[in-house]
C-alpha cells in the first residue's frame, strides 16, 4: 500500500477555504484515494474519494492531479464545526482490502 | 438501524486479566476491522476479517486475537492485558467491494492498570 504524508495541523478563521494535501507518491494504478474525517470521541466516517480529476459532494471538493502523486481535500467556508482530524488513506481497489491510516491533520477552526 | 455496535464502552482491566470486545453491525458488510488509537494518534490496524472466515493481521496486531464469528460479528480478544493496550478501540465494517466506505462504532475505551 502507498504511504501517505500529510500536514500533522492546519489552523484557519470560518468562513475560509480550507485545502489539505497528501502526498502519495508511489500510489499504485489500481489504488483510489479516500478521505476520512474524525471528532474528539468519535470514530471516523467517509468525506469522499476519488480516483482521478475532480470529485465534489455536498461536503467537500477532492483534486486529484493527472499524476496521482498527491490529492488535495477542500473544505469550503469551514466553520467551527469542521474542526476535526483529517485522515487520507489509498485504497487497494480489490475487494475486502485492508484500510490503513496514517496520523491525519488536525483541523482547528477559530472563530 | 444500529450501524455498528461496540460493548462494552468502557472498561479497567488489571495488568494480565483478560477480556473480548465485541462489535457487531447490521448492514450486511463482509469485511470488518478492528483498530486501536492512542492519545494524539491515528488510527492503527490491530487484525480484520475480508470476509465471513478469514481474518488477517494488520499493523499492530501482537498481544490480541480476533474470531470472525458470523458474518455480523467481529470480537477482539486480550489474553493476558498490559499497560500498553490502554487505548481507545473502534471497530469498522463495509461491504468489502472496492470503493466502498467504512462505518465505524463508538469505540470502546480500555485502560490497563
Known amino acids: 500500500l502507498a504511504k501517505t504524508t500529510q500536514p500533522i495541523s492546519m489552523d484557519s478563521y470560518e468562513g475560509q477555504e480550507v485545502n489539505i494535501t497528501c502526498s502519495h507518491n508511489?500510489?499504485?494504478?489500481?489504488?483510489?484515494i479516500t478521505w476520512y474525517q474524525q471528532f474528539p470521541s468519535q470514530g471516523p466516517r467517509f468525506i469522499i474519494q476519488?480516483?482521478?480529476t475532480k470529485v465534489t459532494n455536498e461536503v467537500a471538493s477532492l483534486f486529484i492531479p493527472a499524476d496521482r502523486k498527491s490529492s488535495t481535500l477542500s473544505l469550503p467556508r469551514v466553520s467551527l464545526s469542521d474542526t476535526a482530524v483529517y485522515y487520507c488513506?489509498?485504497?487497494?481497489?480489490?475487494?475486502?482490502?485492508?484500510?490503513?491510516f496514517g496520523k491525519g491533520t488536525t483541523l482547528s477552526v477559530s472563530s | 438501524n444500529a450501524g455498528v455496535t461496540q460493548t462494552p464502552k468502557f472498561q479497567v482491566l488489571k495488568t494480565g486479566q483478560s477480556m473480548t470486545l465485541q462489535c457487531a453491525q447490521d448492514?450486511?458488510?463482509?469485511?470488518m476491522y478492528w483498530y486501536r488509537q492512542d492519545p494524539g494518534m491515528g488510527l492503527r490496524l490491530i487484525y480484520y476479517?475480508?470476509?465471513?472466515?478469514?481474518?488477517d493481521k494488520g499493523e499492530v496486531p501482537n498481544g490480541y486475537n480476533v474470531s470472525r464469528l458470523n458474518k455480523r460479528e467481529f470480537s477482539l480478544r486480550l489474553e493476558s492485558a498490559a499497560p500498553s493496550q490502554t487505548s481507545v478501540y473502534f471497530c469498522?465494517?463495509?461491504?468489502?467491494?472496492?470503493?466502498?466506505?467504512?462505518?465505524f462504532g463508538q469505540g470502546t475505551r480500555l485502560t490497563v492498570v
Open positions: 469498522a465494517s463495509r461491504t468489502g467491494d472496492p470503493n466502498t466506505e467504512a462505518f
Open positions: 508511489n500510489i499504485a494504478t489500481n489504488d483510489y
Open positions: 476519488g480516483y482521478k
Open positions: 488513506l489509498v485504497v487497494l481497489n480489490q475487494a475486502g482490502t485492508a484500510l490503513i
Open positions: 448492514m450486511n458488510h463482509n469485511s
Open positions: 476479517s475480508a470476509s465471513e472466515g478469514t481474518t
